[in-house]
């Protein structure tokens, strides 16, 4: 029979549960009279302490009354010095059994009389007879259970003297301890009777428990086999497994917990999965999931013989808005995009074939891509790109602030520009980039030359590195010569760069280059130093002369440039107005509000500020009143445009507006007698252009000045 007992599950699982309920019920049991024990000592003493400071509480105060009266009743035979009528006054006081001395001190703190008829100890220090200090208002002190107050007595707002009492509350404090003995004593008895009753109820507890876990163990064994069970399945990869279990109870919860489990895990994974494929900022896919889907479409093309359209989209300007608004607003304006760029496709009904989800993703940065499948006319990626263009060509709303931004978007065709998908993304990468160098805001289909000019923009790249590494680069200088006396005033400074092996490079090979890269912040560092060098050696020959440098638009927007400048200007000491920076009107207007921060710096510094090529920009000429704007220099299409036998209303609008607005005024390009008379004609002060001075080197610049101020003639 025990053999059989010991052999059960159910029956071992009985027995052992009892035995640790046995011990945990006693360790329970243990603790719990420990606890009540020291409870019943914590409260007893709790209580003798509060009842304790209560009664000093009102000891004090019926003293502080009682002094306070007194002092009263004193004040006038004080300030009278009448002993008898302080002897009355004291002697009344002194019958009080607990008052232990009552004295009468003069305002310099010697006794006057102490209630007795002798006055055995008059004239003594107030020191000597009581342990308190005089202050200026009653103050007392305990000393055992004694209480000793001093009182100032004041007549008419006057201290004439102070008040000693000492009163002794031994009786009443002795009552209190016996009230408290007799308050523990009956605490304890409470305790231990609560202690009997609860260990009474623990046992009875403990017996029921047992009985209700050896009925537990034996009809609750069976499901809990099953649940194991269930559980090696699902470990081991069957995911038809369900955990869910008709009995109540632990194992009805265990089941449902289990259950529970597994649908979080499920539900994990889904999350996990979301996270690996989900752009946190604009909440589109990312480049995992892009690079999933376009293998997917691709091999699903290839099997229904069906061509499919990749469309590249990088924001033009992008790098603006975070240089000048900060990171957090063009998380918002990325933000923004990419909703619109996704409404665009849904209203286009462009999704996927199987869940009907727009295939749009963030691969980085200001960079997105879509997907097209079952292409069938090339029209339709051109429409789409058009569209996308002019969806993100409207400004943006955000905080109250209006940005603007355009797109250069890259169109890449499977199979026509690739089998794979790295090649397709490649290209799509490629037509991209061509369609930011034609002048962005535009988009492009890939062609097989567009691999050429990728390598050509990489080379390049590399080339200004180690131009700026190697003193490549030099400026040359072309002056800008007073059309009414010939003597030339300035000079821009223009970068040219001398390839060891390719020789002279056109600037405009290199230059949309730099300014499309990382590279605008050094080479813009460069172009300034080497300007102000040359500046400053000039300054001795003829003083007062100026040169002015290129501020690209991607370097305007750059605090970092601004705060440069503003210290190569001071740190070189330039004079005032010696240093001129030319801007184009499409670099200011695009952030209107941080560029005039930018311009006022310079201004305030000490240099001039020119608008370059005037004309070809905004039509709204609203922004000039806006900016510190020195001067305008003319584009030169209008010089080209020019005739000795019209009116050249145009230029003369420009000229009036100018001169209204006490603006300088260069004219650019001026390569023909007739183009220099129509200005002089016109009023124009300023001029330059090849029919004046051709851009030269420093050296040439420097001997032009030491020789002559007289402007050449220009041939017809």
Not at 84 to 98: G, P
Not at 273 to 296: G, I, M, V
Not at 445 to 450: A, D
Not at 539 to 566: C, M, V, W, Y
Request: hydrophobic share 40%; net charge negative; proline share 3%.
């Amino acid at each position: 029979m025990k053999v059989r007992l010991l052999t059960s599950l159910a029956n071992r699982l009985t027995l052992g549960f009892t035995l640790l309920a046995c011990i945990l019920v006693a360790i329970m049991l243990v603790t719990l009279h420990h606890s009540l024990n020291r409870f019943t000592e914590d409260t007893i003493q709790q209580g003798k302490q509060q009842l304790a400071e209560a009664l000093r509480a009102q000891l004090e105060q019926d003293a502080q009354l009682l002094s306070r009266t007194l002092s009263s009743h004193l004040s006038i035979p004080l300030y009278h010095l009448d002993l008898s009528a302080i002897e009355k006054q004291l002697s009344l006081v002194r019958q009080h059994r607990s008052l232990e001395y009552a004295y009468l001190f003069s305002r310099e703190g010697r006794l006057i009389h102490d209630g007795s008829e002798t006055i055995p100890e008059f004239g003594l220090a107030m020191k000597s007879l009581t342990p308190l200090s005089p202050e200026a208002d009653l103050h007392f002190a305990w000393h055992g259970r004694t209480l000793h107050l001093l009182q100032p007595v004041m007549t008419s707002s006057q201290r004439s003297g102070y008040l000693a009492l000492g009163v002794d509350f031994t009786q009443a404090l002795t009552a209190l301890d016996r009230h408290g003995e007799v308050i523990g004593a009956s605490a304890e008895a409470t305790s231990e009777n609560t202690f009997n009753e609860l260990f009474l109820i623990a046992l009875l507890i403990l017996a029921v428990t047992i009985w209700f876990m050896y009925r537990f163990c034996r009809h609750q064994f069976a499901p809990l086999q099953a649940l194991t069970e269930k559980s090696i399945a699902f470990g081991e990869g069957d995911r038809s497994v369900r955990f869910g279990v008709t009995q109540s109870g632990e194992l009805g919860l265990l089941g449902k917990a289990l259950e529970q489990m597994r649908l979080s895990l499920e539900q994990s994974h889904r999350q996990t999965t979301q996270l690996a494929y989900l752009d946190n900022l604009t909440q589109l896919p990312n480049r995992h999931w892009f690079q999933q889907s376009l293998e997917r479409l691709l091999e699903l093309s290839r099997q229904n013989q069906q061509r499919m359209g990749v469309v590249f989209i990088d924001l033009d300007h992008f790098k603006e808005v975070n240089d000048t608004a900060g990171h957090d607003m063009g998380d918002l304006l990325l933000f923004e995009a990419a909703a619109r760029l996704r409404n665009l496709l849904m209203e286009m009904d462009i999704s996927a074939p199987d869940t009907e989800e727009p295939l749009l993703a963030r691969l980085g940065g200001d960079e997105f891509v879509t997907l097209y499948p079952d292409l069938q006319h090339t029209e339709q990626l051109s429409e789409l790109a058009r569209r996308i263009a002019q969806t993100l060509d409207e400004p943006f709303l955000i905080d109250g602030r209006y940005f603007n931004i355009s797109s250069s978007i890259g169109i890449t065709i499977y199979p026509d520009d690739g089998n794979s998908s790295s090649e397709i993304l490649k290209h799509a990468d490629i037509a991209m980039y061509a369609a930011k160098q034609s002048g962005r805001n535009q988009y492009a289909f890939f062609s097989m030359q567009m691999n050429h000019q990728l390598q050509q923009r990489i080379e390049t790249i590399q080339g200004v590195r180690t131009a700026l590494d190697q003193g490549h680069f030099h400026l040359e200088y072309q002056p800008v010569v007073d059309l009414s006396t010939n003597r030339i005033r300035a000079a821009e400074a223009l970068l040219r760069w001398n390839h060891p092996e390719r020789g002279l490079i056109p600037p405009g090979l290199f230059i949309p280059v730099i300014e499309d890269s990382d590279l605008i912040e050094p080479v813009t560092q460069w172009v300034a130093q080497q300007a102000v060098r040359d500046l400053m050696t000039l300054q001795a020959l003829k003083p007062g002369f100026a040169i002015s440098i290129n501020i690209s638009g991607a370097a305007l927007h750059q605090e970092s440039t601004r705060d440069f400048l503003t210290d190569l200007k001071q740190r070189e000491q330039v004079p005032d107005y010696c240093l001129s920076i030319e801007l184009t009107e499409t670099s200011m207007i695009r952030h209107l509000d941080d560029c005039r921060q930018t311009l006022k710096q310079w201004k305030d510094a000490g240099m001039n500020i020119w608008i370059d090529d005037f004309g070809t920009g905004y039509s709204s000429l609203s922004y000039l009143h806006q900016l510190p704007i020195d001067g305008l220099k003319i584009d030169r299409s209008f010089t080209r445009d020019l005739k000795p036998d019209s009116s050249n209303s145009l230029v003369a609008t420009v000229l009036t507006l100018a001169e209204s607005m006490q603006l300088q005024v260069v004219a650019e390009g001026i390569e023909t007698d007739s183009q220099l008379e129509c200005y002089r004609r016109l009023g124009s002060r300023y001029g330059q252009g090849f029919g004046l001075y051709r851009p030269m080197p420093y050296n040439d610049l420097k001997a032009l000045l030491e020789t002559t101020d007289e402007v050449h003639t220009a041939t017809s």
